[in-house]
Protein backbone atom coordinates (compact mmCIF):
# COMPACT_ATOMS: atom_id res chain seq x y z
CA UNK A 1 0.00 0.00 0.00
CA UNK A 2 1.11 3.45 -0.16
CA UNK A 3 2.74 4.76 2.61
CA UNK A 4 1.09 7.82 2.79
CA UNK A 5 -2.34 5.62 2.58
CA UNK A 6 -1.67 2.98 4.96
CA UNK A 7 -0.82 5.52 6.91
CA UNK A 8 -4.12 7.39 6.72
CA UNK A 9 -6.06 4.32 7.01
CA UNK A 10 -4.74 3.42 10.56
CA UNK A 11 -5.01 6.28 11.43
CA UNK A 12 -8.29 6.35 10.76
CA UNK A 13 -9.10 3.32 13.00
CA UNK A 14 -6.55 4.27 15.61
CA UNK A 15 -7.06 7.70 16.64
CA UNK A 16 -5.39 9.93 18.46
CA UNK A 17 -6.33 10.34 22.42
CA UNK A 18 -7.70 13.96 22.16
CA UNK A 19 -4.75 15.20 24.47
CA UNK A 20 -4.23 19.77 25.20
CA UNK A 21 -0.77 21.00 23.14
CA UNK A 22 0.92 21.26 26.11
CA UNK A 23 1.00 17.25 26.59
CA UNK A 24 1.63 17.07 22.87
CA UNK A 25 4.70 18.97 23.21
CA UNK A 26 6.09 17.16 26.41
CA UNK A 27 5.55 13.82 24.72
CA UNK A 28 6.69 14.41 21.08
CA UNK A 29 8.40 17.71 20.73
CA UNK A 30 12.58 17.24 20.32
CA UNK A 31 13.90 20.82 19.92
CA UNK A 32 16.60 20.36 17.13
CA UNK A 33 20.38 20.77 17.67
CA UNK A 34 20.38 24.50 16.12
CA UNK A 35 17.82 25.35 18.99
CA UNK A 36 19.57 27.98 22.11
CA UNK A 37 17.80 24.46 24.49
CA UNK A 38 18.41 21.17 21.89
CA UNK A 39 16.12 18.05 23.25
CA UNK A 40 13.20 17.24 24.96
CA UNK A 41 10.67 19.99 25.21
CA UNK A 42 9.66 21.11 28.45
CA UNK A 43 6.56 22.78 29.36
CA UNK A 44 7.85 23.44 32.67
CA UNK A 45 10.39 25.37 31.29
CA UNK A 46 8.16 28.28 30.29
CA UNK A 47 4.79 27.40 32.18
CA UNK A 48 3.22 30.56 31.28
CA UNK A 49 2.85 28.97 27.78
CA UNK A 50 1.07 26.33 29.17
CA UNK A 51 -2.10 27.63 29.01
CA UNK A 52 -1.60 29.48 26.11
CA UNK A 53 -0.99 26.39 24.02
CA UNK A 54 -3.84 24.67 25.73
CA UNK A 55 -6.12 27.52 24.87
CA UNK A 56 -5.15 26.43 20.98
CA UNK A 57 -5.91 22.58 21.70
CA UNK A 58 -9.26 21.43 19.83
CA UNK A 59 -10.72 20.68 23.23
CA UNK A 60 -10.57 23.75 24.11
CA UNK A 61 -13.80 26.65 23.53
CA UNK A 62 -11.31 29.53 22.64
CA UNK A 63 -11.60 30.58 19.37
CA UNK A 64 -8.93 33.32 18.94
CA UNK A 65 -5.69 33.70 21.21
CA UNK A 66 -3.47 36.97 21.55
CA UNK A 67 -0.46 36.94 22.61
CA UNK A 68 1.21 40.31 23.55
CA UNK A 69 4.65 39.29 24.86
CA UNK A 70 8.12 40.24 25.52
CA UNK A 71 10.92 39.47 22.79
CA UNK A 72 12.17 36.16 22.77
CA UNK A 73 9.83 34.36 25.22
CA UNK A 74 8.64 31.23 23.30
CA UNK A 75 5.53 32.86 21.37
CA UNK A 76 6.64 31.44 18.18
CA UNK A 77 7.63 27.91 19.63
CA UNK A 78 4.09 27.88 21.31
CA UNK A 79 2.67 27.85 17.82
CA UNK A 80 5.19 25.34 16.18
CA UNK A 81 4.22 23.48 18.97
CA UNK A 82 0.57 23.87 17.86
CA UNK A 83 1.20 23.00 14.42
CA UNK A 84 2.79 19.58 15.34
CA UNK A 85 -0.10 18.79 17.50
CA UNK A 86 -2.15 19.66 14.30
CA UNK A 87 -0.16 17.60 12.07
CA UNK A 88 -0.62 14.50 13.97
CA UNK A 89 -3.63 15.07 16.43
CA UNK A 90 -5.99 17.18 14.84
CA UNK A 91 -5.14 17.79 10.92
CA UNK A 92 -6.87 20.52 8.58
CA UNK A 93 -5.58 23.39 6.90
CA UNK A 94 -3.14 25.39 8.56
CA UNK A 95 -1.94 28.99 7.13
CA UNK A 96 1.13 30.60 9.16
CA UNK A 97 1.58 34.11 8.01
CA UNK A 98 5.03 35.72 8.49
CA UNK A 99 5.63 39.50 7.92
CA UNK A 100 7.07 38.82 4.45
CA UNK A 101 7.53 36.39 1.50
CA UNK A 102 11.47 36.52 2.66
CA UNK A 103 10.94 36.02 6.15
CA UNK A 104 8.70 33.15 5.24
CA UNK A 105 11.50 31.35 2.87
CA UNK A 106 13.68 31.73 6.31
CA UNK A 107 11.28 30.79 8.38
CA UNK A 108 10.68 27.07 7.01
CA UNK A 109 14.89 26.62 6.77
CA UNK A 110 15.00 27.80 9.95
CA UNK A 111 12.04 26.58 12.23
CA UNK A 112 9.70 25.09 10.08
CA UNK A 113 11.89 22.33 8.68
CA UNK A 114 13.91 21.62 11.55
CA UNK A 115 10.80 21.02 13.73
CA UNK A 116 9.43 18.32 11.30
CA UNK A 117 12.59 16.66 11.19
CA UNK A 118 13.68 16.78 14.68
CA UNK A 119 10.56 15.60 15.41
CA UNK A 120 10.14 12.11 14.36
CA UNK A 121 6.14 11.90 15.11
CA UNK A 122 5.97 14.52 12.57
CA UNK A 123 8.72 12.89 10.21
CA UNK A 124 6.64 10.47 9.53
CA UNK A 125 3.70 12.17 8.15
CA UNK A 126 4.97 14.97 6.52
CA UNK A 127 5.88 14.48 3.05
CA UNK A 128 9.40 14.49 2.05
CA UNK A 129 11.11 17.34 1.05
CA UNK A 130 12.68 15.09 -2.11
CA UNK A 131 8.90 14.16 -3.05
CA UNK A 132 8.25 16.05 -6.73
CA UNK A 133 5.27 16.59 -5.55
CA UNK A 134 5.20 19.76 -4.24
CA UNK A 135 3.83 18.49 -1.22
CA UNK A 136 6.93 19.43 0.46
CA UNK A 137 7.99 23.42 -0.18
CA UNK A 138 9.28 26.67 1.44
CA UNK A 139 5.49 27.59 1.46
CA UNK A 140 3.41 24.07 1.62
CA UNK A 141 4.05 21.38 4.22
CA UNK A 142 1.66 18.40 3.03
CA UNK A 143 0.08 15.42 5.61
CA UNK A 144 -2.38 12.92 5.70
CA UNK A 145 -5.53 14.62 6.12
CA UNK A 146 -4.45 18.47 5.85
CA UNK A 147 -1.63 20.89 4.62
CA UNK A 148 0.48 23.64 6.68
CA UNK A 149 0.76 26.64 3.83
CA UNK A 150 2.73 29.52 4.91
CA UNK A 151 2.90 32.77 3.04
CA UNK A 152 4.02 36.69 3.54
CA UNK A 153 1.14 39.25 4.86
CA UNK A 154 2.83 41.03 1.54
CA UNK A 155 1.08 38.73 -0.45
CA UNK A 156 -2.57 39.49 -1.01
CA UNK A 157 -2.57 35.86 -3.30
CA UNK A 158 -0.77 33.83 -0.61
CA UNK A 159 -3.33 35.39 1.96
CA UNK A 160 -6.62 34.77 -0.57
CA UNK A 161 -5.30 31.12 -1.47
CA UNK A 162 -7.51 28.35 0.62
CA UNK A 163 -10.32 28.19 3.08
CA UNK A 164 -8.05 27.78 6.15
CA UNK A 165 -9.45 26.37 9.77
CA UNK A 166 -6.37 26.94 11.63
CA UNK A 167 -4.56 30.70 11.32
CA UNK A 168 -0.72 31.09 12.84
CA UNK A 169 0.06 35.25 12.30
CA UNK A 170 3.71 35.79 14.00
CA UNK A 171 5.22 38.83 14.36
CA UNK A 172 1.72 40.88 13.67
CA UNK A 173 3.71 44.02 14.62
CA UNK A 174 5.83 43.46 11.40
CA UNK A 175 3.31 43.41 8.52
CA UNK A 176 2.69 45.99 6.67
CA UNK A 177 -0.81 48.07 6.62
CA UNK A 178 -1.69 46.70 3.31
CA UNK A 179 -1.41 43.67 1.28
CA UNK A 180 -0.52 44.71 -2.50
CA UNK A 181 -3.21 46.89 -2.13
CA UNK A 182 -6.37 44.65 -1.20
CA UNK A 183 -6.40 45.42 2.42
CA UNK A 184 -5.36 44.87 6.27
CA UNK A 185 -3.58 41.49 5.49
CA UNK A 186 -4.87 40.29 9.19
CA UNK A 187 -8.48 41.02 7.71
CA UNK A 188 -8.01 38.94 4.32
CA UNK A 189 -6.13 36.20 6.58
CA UNK A 190 -9.20 36.31 9.00
CA UNK A 191 -11.31 36.27 6.30
CA UNK A 192 -10.56 32.61 5.04
CA UNK A 193 -11.32 31.30 8.23
CA UNK A 194 -14.93 32.28 7.74
CA UNK A 195 -16.33 29.05 6.25
CA UNK A 196 -14.84 26.89 10.26
CA UNK A 197 -16.50 29.63 12.43
CA UNK A 198 -16.60 27.90 16.04
CA UNK A 199 -14.09 25.03 14.82
CA UNK A 200 -11.34 27.55 13.73
CA UNK A 201 -8.44 28.94 15.95
CA UNK A 202 -6.92 32.13 15.89
CA UNK A 203 -3.57 32.74 17.23
CA UNK A 204 -1.70 35.81 16.84
CA UNK A 205 1.29 36.93 18.34
CA UNK A 206 4.24 39.66 18.41
CA UNK A 207 6.46 41.88 20.91
CA UNK A 208 4.78 45.18 20.47
CA UNK A 209 6.37 47.93 18.53
CA UNK A 210 5.67 51.30 18.97
CA UNK A 211 2.89 52.42 21.55
CA UNK A 212 -0.06 53.80 20.21
CA UNK A 213 0.95 52.42 16.44
CA UNK A 214 0.88 48.38 17.56
CA UNK A 215 -1.30 45.93 16.40
CA UNK A 216 -0.50 43.24 18.74
CA UNK A 217 -1.48 46.11 21.53
CA UNK A 218 -4.28 47.24 19.24
CA UNK A 219 -5.46 43.94 18.78
CA UNK A 220 -4.54 43.05 23.11
CA UNK A 221 -6.88 46.40 23.76
CA UNK A 222 -9.63 45.63 21.70
CA UNK A 223 -10.63 42.42 22.46
CA UNK A 224 -12.79 42.82 25.34
CA UNK A 225 -15.15 40.15 25.42
CA UNK A 226 -18.21 42.39 24.33
CA UNK A 227 -16.58 43.65 21.71
CA UNK A 228 -15.36 41.08 20.35
CA UNK A 229 -18.51 39.04 20.23
CA UNK A 230 -19.65 41.93 18.32
CA UNK A 231 -17.66 41.44 15.91
CA UNK A 232 -17.29 37.63 15.49
CA UNK A 233 -20.93 36.53 16.59
CA UNK A 234 -19.01 33.56 19.26
CA UNK A 235 -16.03 33.44 20.81
CA UNK A 236 -14.11 32.70 23.70
CA UNK A 237 -11.63 35.30 24.28
CA UNK A 238 -8.06 34.30 25.78
CA UNK A 239 -6.06 36.68 26.09
CA UNK A 240 -1.99 36.91 27.50
CA UNK A 241 0.75 39.76 28.25
CA UNK A 242 3.60 37.75 28.87
CA UNK A 243 6.95 39.85 29.58
CA UNK A 244 9.99 38.98 31.28
CA UNK A 245 8.51 35.80 31.94
CA UNK A 246 6.05 36.67 33.72
CA UNK A 247 1.97 36.57 33.33
CA UNK A 248 -0.63 38.61 33.53
CA UNK A 249 -3.73 37.77 31.88
CA UNK A 250 -6.34 40.45 30.97
CA UNK A 251 -9.40 39.61 29.73
CA UNK A 252 -11.78 37.70 31.61
CA UNK A 253 -11.81 33.80 30.02
CA UNK A 254 -15.90 33.44 29.78
CA UNK A 255 -16.95 31.84 26.52
CA UNK A 256 -19.76 34.05 24.83
CA UNK A 257 -22.20 32.81 22.62
CA UNK A 258 -23.62 35.52 20.15
CA UNK A 259 -27.13 35.47 18.67
CA UNK A 260 -25.18 37.83 15.84
CA UNK A 261 -24.20 34.96 13.78
N1 LIG B 1 10.00 25.47 26.86
C1 LIG B 1 11.15 25.69 26.18
N2 LIG B 1 12.14 24.80 26.25
C2 LIG B 1 13.29 25.01 25.61
N3 LIG B 1 13.55 26.07 24.83
C3 LIG B 1 12.60 26.99 24.73
C4 LIG B 1 11.35 26.87 25.38
N4 LIG B 1 10.60 27.95 25.08
C5 LIG B 1 11.36 28.72 24.26
N5 LIG B 1 12.54 28.14 24.04
C6 LIG B 1 13.63 28.68 23.20
O1 LIG B 1 13.67 30.09 23.38
C7 LIG B 1 14.02 30.73 22.17
C8 LIG B 1 12.99 31.80 21.84
O2 LIG B 1 11.77 31.19 21.48
P1 LIG B 1 10.82 31.85 20.35
O3 LIG B 1 11.58 32.11 19.11
O4 LIG B 1 9.59 31.01 20.27
O5 LIG B 1 10.50 33.22 21.08
P2 LIG B 1 9.71 34.45 20.49
O6 LIG B 1 9.00 35.05 21.66
O7 LIG B 1 8.89 34.07 19.32
O8 LIG B 1 10.95 35.36 20.02
P3 LIG B 1 10.96 36.65 19.04
O9 LIG B 1 10.70 37.81 19.94
O10 LIG B 1 12.34 36.63 18.47
O11 LIG B 1 9.89 36.45 18.02
C9 LIG B 1 14.13 29.64 21.10
O12 LIG B 1 15.47 29.29 20.92
C10 LIG B 1 13.34 28.50 21.72
O13 LIG B 1 13.74 27.25 21.21
MG1 LIG C 1 8.85 34.84 17.35
Known amino acids: MVPEIDLAWRRGIRPEPPIPVSDWADRHRILPPTSAEPGRWRTERTPYLREVMDALSTSSPYERVVLMK ?68 LFRKSFPGGQLVMTGANSAVGLRSTPVRYLFLDEVDGYPGDADGEGDPVDLAIQRTATF ?47 DGWETRKAGRDCIESSAG
Not at 79 to 95: D, F, K, S, T
Not at 216 to 226: G, R, V
Open 70 to 137: GAQTGGSEAGLNWLGYIIQNAPGIAMLVMPSLDMVRRNTTVRIDPLIEATPALRELVASPRSRDAGNS
Open 197 to 243: QGRRKIYMVSTPTLKGHSRIEAAFEWSSPLKVVHQLGYICPAIWRIS
